[in-house]
T-cell receptor, first 116, second 113 residues
Framework: AQSVTQLDSHVSVSEGTPVLLRCNYS??????LFWYVQHPNKGLQLLLK??????LVKGINGFEAEFKKSETSFHLTKPSAHMSDAAEYFC??????????????FGKGTHLIIQP | DAGVTQSPTHLIKTRGQQVTLRCSPK?????VSWYQQALGQGPQFIFQ???????QRGNFPDRFSGHQFPNYSSELNVNALLLGDSALYLC???FGTGPFEQYFGPGTRLTVT
């Protein structure tokens, strides 16, 4: 079984300051982990993915995430927030259960607010 | 290169009716997954289709069924609609099965009255 917990439902930062969105996961197998972003009235866009290669993963738009197995965490960071980053962010896990088909398990989402 | 497309964009149905939603995967993808996203929630996995078969299913009742066609496109059918079925239905495609990244369509907004 797999699950994801996003520790903050809302995060508010000022433009130009760092962003930290926290995610903990639970997985019975070697997990693949993703962050997706959803802007209002737009589809889900993949920001970055971890699939057992480098633990520090770089994504689009300056985002990165670090996989920490000992802490079962996959927090998303960005050094400097931009107004266009305001959106809903989802941490997602998928088990490499070897069974073939794998659905993604989403967290409840973190709403990122950027203050001017 | 066309991404994932879904139709219709919006749909309004009455309780007890049946609905069919459609999805065309991204070019080169052969696997389609469906998700339900209630307002203010993260998407929930309904099922996944590969080689025209349902390969995995989430915690959804049998009222939710699907189909995949030889051209990899897919349909989601929901019978005996309930008010609680009102949600954004998302289709995602990928190449092959397994824990690969999935590419999402814009979704179909279903409202049940």
């Amino acid at each position: 079984a797999q699950s994801v917990t996003q520790l903050d439902s809302h995060v508010s930062v000022s433009e130009g300051t760092p962003v930290l969105l926290r995610c903990n996961y639970s997985s019975s197998y070697s997990p693949s982990l993703f962050w997706y972003v959803q802007h209002p009235n737009k589809g889900l866009q993949l920001l970055l993915k971890y699939t057992s290669a480098a633990t520090l993963v770089k994504g689009i738009n300056g985002f990165e995430a670090e996989f920490k197995k000992s802490e079962t965490s996959f927090h998303l960071t960005k050094p400097s927030a931009h107004m266009s980053d305001a959106a809903e962010y989802f941490c997602v896990v998928s088990d490499d259960s070897g069974g073939g088909a794998d659905g993604l398990t989403f967290g409840k989402g973190t709403h990122l607010i950027i203050q001017p | 290169d066309a991404g994932v497309t879904q139709s219709p964009t919006h749909l309004i149905k009455t309780r007890g009716q049946q609905v069919t939603l459609r999805c065309s995967p991204k070019s080169g993808h052969d696997t389609v997954s469906w998700y339900q996203q209630a307002l203010g929630q993260g998407p929930q996995f309904i099922f996944q289709y590969y080689e025209e078969e349902e390969r995995q299913r989430g915690n959804f009742p049998d009222r939710f069924s699907g189909h995949q066609f030889p051209n990899y496109s897919s349909e989601l059918n929901v019978n005996a609609l309930l008010l609680g079925d009102s949600a954004l239905y998302l289709c995602a495609s990928s190449f092959g099965t397994g824990p690969f990244e999935q590419y999402f369509g814009p979704g179909t907004r279903l409202t049940v009255t």
